[in-house]
């Protein structure tokens, strides 16, 4: 009798759709963001660290931190005496506005990752499917925050709320779509190569040059930034017995200094960009009527924020070479738009004309100009919301001042752009005239040890 096999049937589960997916990924990104702020204040109201150890307390303190980290203005209203906080006249109410930059990158890199997964599952045309409600249930989620955080000396609006948890969320997302994606069709379902391809040449060399000089702004942001991170690290480390007295003068205890330690974290990418600003020539505040810069340290009382205590504090000479940081940042950009061989701009005055000098002179100016204006408008965002108000007395201007920085930051990086773009070429001849020379060193190296070989074979014949 023969044995008959039926076939095996597999049972799969169908392919969610992108709504749900979207709904899941903002739930996850919702809890975890919850559980990274829950979990330490739970941890610290047990330990003693608070005076109120009660749920509601836990909370509505949670929430309130929960928003912070995701840039919603709070407002505040205060009894505490006005000497406390360094104000003649106590305010009844101000808006706290504080975003610690080094939290925000939290739900930005969540969003980064729901986006990526939903690039991932999904066609041209259907991202939105998915993306909407992701943003729309995170913003919700903000909102339902911003209600659980009104309490005591703190209100916040539930729509300002849903508004900004909305925008972090958002702008995560689409950076991981894109990241994923690498390509606008995927995203938005529109073919810009092929609406490329119906421009004239003359649009599509405008186009490539501008694309060339965007990138090379956004080169001499990031050169601009790293150069100020490590300006301020050698503040700090030159100033570090300055930022451990300040420590030992606070002495807050164990939960204290984990609770500075990480407020310092928080506020890292702050401090860079004050560093920044400061290196532009611009200079921030420490509060209303305190302003360091490198021609002016007009310092007043700081908050204890021990890492304040690293900042330069007075005016010298040398302190002017700090505008280095910002022209370096625009050489290392302009360096760069010449290896990349997209200058037609240049091409386009030297057809124009006939006197080189001057139609390099003219084309690299408008290069320069062109890259410190696009660095200049991708700094002004992160500058601007790196200024702090926790909106009472001094304490209500904290950081730099956006315009001015991005204006010094835009004129700095187009002179370094200019001179960059101008050595460049310089470097690349002198670098080629030194391969060329090794080249026939090596070259006249081996034909002599050839004659040589030759020689000593003859002789022994």
Request: proline share 5%; aromatic share 8%; net charge neutral.
């Amino acid at each position: 009798m023969a044995s008959s096999t039926a076939p095996k049937r597999s049972f799969r589960l169908p392919v969610p759709p992108l709504w749900l997916l979207g709904v899941v990924e903002a739930v996850q990104a919702v809890l975890a963001t919850a559980l990274l702020v829950a979990v330490p204040v739970l941890a610290m109201t047990l330990a003693g660290g608070f005076s109120g150890d009660d749920p509601v307390f836990i909370m509505n303190f949670s929430a309130q931190i929960w928003l912070i980290v995701h840039g919603v203005p709070v407002e505040l209203a205060l009894t505490a005496g006005a000497a406390a906080i360094g104000a003649e006249v106590l305010p009844e109410t101000g808006w706290m506005h504080l975003v610690p930059l080094g939290f925000t990158l939290i739900p930005l890199a969540l969003g980064w990752r729901a986006g990526a997964r939903l690039a991932r599952g999904s066609y041209a045309n259907q991202l939105w499917q998915g993306l909407l409600p992701l943003v729309l249930l995170y913003g919700a989620a903000g909102a339902g925050m911003g209600v659980l955080g009104t309490a005591g000396v703190i209100t916040v609006s539930p729509l300002t709320a849903g508004l900004c948890a909305a925008a972090v969320m958002m702008i995560g997302a689409l950076a991981g779509c894109y990241a994923e994606a690498r390509s606008a069709t995927r995203m938005i379902g529109v073919d810009l190569e092929s609406a490329v391809e119906r421009f004239s040449q003359r649009m599509k060399w405008a186009g490539y040059y501008l694309w060339a000089v965007a990138r090379a702004g956004v080169v001499a942001s990031i050169a601009a930034v790293g150069l100020a991170a490590a300006l301020f690290a050698g503040f700090v480390a030159a100033s570090w017995m300055d930022v451990a007295n300040a420590y030992q003068q606070l002495d807050p205890g164990f939960w204290g200094v984990v609770g500075l330690t990480l407020l310092h974290l928080g506020l890292l990418p702050n401090l860079i960009l004050w560093m920044l600003a400061y290196a532009t020539g611009a200079g921030f505040s420490v509060g209303e009527g305190s302003v360091l810069a490198p021609g002016t340290a007009d310092v007043a009382a700081m908050p204890a924020v021990p890492v304040l205590a690293g900042l330069p504090d007075q005016t010298h000479p040398m302190t002017f070479a700090v505008i280095a940081v910002p022209v370096l940042a625009g050489a290392i950009a302009g360096w760069w738009l010449m290896r990349e061989g997209e200058n037609h701009l240049d091409d386009f005055f030297a057809l124009r004309i006939s006197f080189r000098p001057a139609s390099l002179a003219l084309s690299t100016l408008l290069m320069g100009i062109l890259t410190g204006l696009i660095a200049a408008l991708l700094m002004i965002g992160p500058l601007w919301i790196s200024h702090i108000s926790l909106g009472i007395g001094r304490l209500s201007d904290i950081g730099p001042n956006a315009l001015i920085s991005a204006g010094m930051l835009a004129v700095w990086v187009g002179l370094g752009a200019v001179v960059g773009h101008m050595l460049a070429p310089l470097a690349h001849q002198r670098g080629r005239r030194r391969k060329v020379s090794a080249e026939g060193s090596s070259a006249e190296g081996a034909s002599a040890e050839g004659a040589s070989a030759e020689g000593l074979s003859a002789s022994r014949g």
